[in-house]
């Protein structure tokens, strides 16, 4: 379906081995694009098994206008992160999910995937030939963005006969830009995120355009991202448009439980489990909106957004705010899990996998 120029990689140890970091302003990464030098690639045949993959110098794709992805939607996304430690090593956090809730969704998106391994194999490649890149110590991490896409054409509606797993990456800090600051949070009662029985529990490319219009309302109003709520009821909080929400209400923690409309966070399953370690009851439940209202803190967890603090939360006209100062639950899970995730503190889940 599409040509990449050359395979490259005996390039790649060698040029990585002279240059230990690209010439990038590191103290000033948002969350945009930064073209780094290589990405992965391979293809799926009519039996749906993938080929031996590939990288090649980071550049455009040529796609058949017929393609499954452009015409019918087939794709979906993942977001992970690859960290440089104090110590000069390269961790990522749990990729194994990441590939495990790739196959779910394309299960769902009746796609061909990559085995688990072949997904590792892919990001692996795609890290290390593009380790200049990753950030120093406490400046960042490089997101990987590996994708999988319906290639094949099709004029009906049908899936794909071959699929494409595809791995970028690029270097990154905060993604909203707040930075480390509070997000504002604004309840959208018209748009809903997701439907029962639809796409929302996977990472479909088809779930973010259609929230888009109402980011860009609620961020023209100066909020920082959008709350949903559940399509059917219209009553309860599910989630922000690229990360799952949690309330503290003194040691309870609660957070909407995912019933295929909400997307099962890497991050937000990572918490749950410290939380529950260190001591804390965990709710996943219905969390009606008005519940919002009896929360002390309020914080959002995701592979690019981290475990950001809400400062307060707009619904329905009104304002409801959250403690955001130090010595909070919010800051002691975010700690704790940077800590783990760029090797500072011990891992004692066995979570972290060096590169
Ligand atoms: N919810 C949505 C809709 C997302 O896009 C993301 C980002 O990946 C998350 C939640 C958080 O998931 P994770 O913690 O696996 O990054
Ligand atoms: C992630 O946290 O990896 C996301 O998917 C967020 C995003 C869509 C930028």
Partial sequence: AYVVEEHVPEMVGAQSEVEEYADVDWDNLGFSLVRTDY?????????????????????NIELNPAAGILNYGQGLIEGMKAYRGEDGRILMFRPELNALRMKKGAERMCMHSPTVQQFMEGVKQTVLANRRWVPPPGKGSLYLRPLLFGSGASLGVSAASEYTFLVFGSPVQNYFKE??????????????????GGTGGVKAISNYGPVLEAMRRAKARGFSDVLYLDAETGKNIEE????????????TIVTPATNGTILEGITRKSVIELAIHLGYKVEER????????????????????????????TFNNTTTEY?????????????????????????????VLQI
């Fill in 39 to 59: 990405m992965f690639a391979t293809r799926s045949c009519r039996e749906g098994n993938f080929e031996q993959g590939y990288l090649s110098r980071y550049g």
């Fill in 179 to 196: 930075g480390t600051g509070a997000l504002n949070l604004y309840v959208e009662e018209v748009i809903p995120r997701a439907c029962l």
């Fill in 240 to 251: 922000v448009s690229a990360a799952n929400i949690f309330l503290v209400k003194g040691n």
């Fill in 286 to 313: 219905k969390v009606p909106v008005e519940e919002l209202k009896e929360a002390e803190e309020v914080f959002c967890t995701g592979t690019a957004t981290g475990v950001a603090s809400v400062g307060s939360i």
């Fill in 323 to 351: 403690k955001v100062k130090d010595g909070l639950v919010t800051q002691q899970l975010r700690s704790i899990l940077v800590g783990i995730q760029t090797g500072s503190i011990q891992d004692p889940m066995d979570w």
